[in-house]
């Protein structure tokens, strides 16, 4: 059964930092893994996908790896502010057709001023 | 703008009382979603729809129940068989058949018990 653990559960940067956050998987046989972002009381919005064909994902200041063999995946965020603040979830599609995710528990950043 | 609208926000539920969550999309997409998520955890998967007229069970469906009888809808009913109905409930949909499309999000309801 297909588990997703995230660390670490919390973290609080000075503005201005780089910043990694940590995404493990026990099955290596996915189809995609995805970084969400949540803001308190809200939906998902989603951040970046990355095929499990492909190593890493770009969007601005974001940067996601996927290294499957490993079970790993880290989203990198350079130079965090405040507005960064808010739960970030990874989840994994896995090798069935029918799109379910699993996610894990998140890791919610706080950006000091 | 394209979306998927859930509602109420907020619900209260009775003792012994069966409650139904909105979920309607625009998005024209073939497969949506139910997750619940609890205080400090990640969202677990309740029940799924791939295509109208068709659902499977997640990994949580026990108190639960749903139907699609339209491509755009997919209500939840939460059932007084679901002794801890207390969390926030998602509503997520995606295209079918394509490995790369992400889930889409509403912005949830949030279910307390009275």
């Known amino acids: 059964k297909q588990e997703v653990t995230q660390i670490p559960a919390a973290l609080s940067v000075p503005e201005g930092e780089n910043l990694v956050l940590n995404c493990s998987f026990t099955d290596s046989a996915i189809y995609n893994l995805q970084w969400f972002r949540q803001d308190p009381g809200k939906g998902l919005t989603s951040l970046l996908l990355?095929?499990?064909?492909?190593r890493e994902q770009t969007s601005g200041r974001l940067n996601a790896s996927l290294d499957k063999s490993s079970g790993r995946s880290t989203l990198y965020i350079a130079a965090s502010q405040p507005g960064d603040s808010a739960t970030y979830l990874c989840a994994v599609r896995g090798s069935s057709n029918t799109g379910k995710l699993i996610f894990g528990q998140g890791t919610t950043l706080q950006v000091k001023p | 703008d394209g979306g998927i609208t859930q509602s109420p926000k907020y619900l209260f539920r009775k003792e012994g009382q069966n409650v139904t969550l909105s979920c309607e999309q625009n998005l024209n997409h073939d497969a949506m979603y139910w997750y619940r998520q609890d205080p400090g955890q990640g969202l677990r998967l309740i029940y799924y729809s791939q295509i109208v007229n068709d659902f499977q069970k997640g990994d949580i469906a026990e108190g639960y129940s749903v139907s699609r009888e339209k491509k755009e809808s997919f209500p939840l009913t939460v059932t007084s068989a679901q002794k801890n109905p207390t969390a926030f409930y998602l509503c997520?949909?995606?295209?079918?058949?394509?490995?790369?499309?992400?889930?889409?999000f509403g912005d949830g309801t949030r279910l307390s018990i009275l």
């Open positions: 990355i095929q499990s064909s492909q």
């Open positions: 997520a949909s995606s295209r079918t058949g394509e490995n790369s499309q992400p889930q889409h």
